[in-house]
């Protein structure tokens, strides 16, 4: 029923900036709370922001004071600004759009590498 489209990956320098959209095929986001993960090889996935359909938001404590949670209602669209990138943010990243037990959406994935 709704899709999420991942973009904004990419290659970038320690200390570079990143921002990765999450764009939702319907108003999810105004229902839902949007969450991105991170999973690296070899690793467990973890949580690193979410934030909630009231504007609450969460980090990761590694995410802390780097990466900022937002969405924009009108585009329908999850964003994770993440700043001062360090090469322990390589990982792929996946958007999520779940609502209680109702749903439960996931992006394709968007790559994100940091080098030293």
């Known amino acids: 029923q709704v899709q999420l489209v991942e973009s904004g990956g990419g290659l970038v320098q320690t200390g570079g900036s990143l921002r990765l959209s999450c764009a939702a095929s319907?108003?999810?986001?105004?229902?839902?709370?949007g969450t991105w993960y991170r999973q690296a090889p070899g690793k467990q996935r973890e949580l690193v922001a979410r934030i909630t359909s009231g504007g609450s938001t969460t980090y990761a404590d590694s995410a802390k004071d780097r990466f900022i949670i937002s969405t924009d209602m009108l585009k329908n669209t999850l964003y994770l600004q993440m700043n001062n990138l360090e090469p322990d943010d390589t990982a792929v990243y996946y958007c999520?759009?779940?609502?209680?037990?109702?749903?439960?959406?996931w992006g394709q994935g968007a790559q994100v590498t940091v080098s030293s």
């Open positions: 999520n759009a779940q609502r209680g037990m109702t749903f439960n959406y």
């Open positions: 319907g108003s999810i986001f105004s229902i839902a709370s």
